[in-house]
């Protein structure tokens, strides 16, 4: 009975490392904004599609939660200390995108990192579809948001 316990607790204190790791990333991200963003990011030319503001707090806060979850999975079934490490490398360019883009303006660069940032996602994509299928699946919608950035930033980064 105390091992079932223990395994329970360690499950829990996993998922709520993780989500605190992973969720450290916008308070970050809404450092850089509240002092970098303006007034430049008024003045660039930014494309018909670009998404409004409000749109960014609950598809962002939806998609850490979708990754943290599907990173959680695979950790507590494999305790692969491999992915773990691939995931978190990967948060820190999710992280350097936004210092990159608001807080230095260098639109290209933020373009390259969204470029590294697909590829983990591809490389998570890969190895959680051999181990845990609705871990995968829970990263698609994080996928086909990223390359909509992608394109979005691209468009930015020639109309400017």
Known sequence: MQKKFNFIYHKKISFI?????????????NYVLFFFKEPWYSTINLPSFNPPSWVFGPVWSTLYF??????????????DKKILFIYF??????LMWS???FGFHTIGLAFLDLVII???????????FEKDKL?????????????????LNAVIFLDN
């Open 17 to 29: 490392l993780i989500l605190s790791i992973t969720f450290s990333i916008p308070f970050v991200s």
């Open 135 to 151: 871990s995968f699946y829970l990263m698609v919608p994080y996928f086909l948001w990223s390359l909509f950035a992608l394109v």
């Open 89 to 94: 490398i990967h948060l820190f360019f999710n």
């Open 66 to 79: 979708l990754m943290s979850f599907a990173i959680w999975r695979t950790w507590i079934q494999f305790y």
């Open 99 to 101: 210092i990159l883009f």
């Open 118 to 128: 697909l590829v983990f996602i591809l490389i998570l994509m890969k190895i959680y």
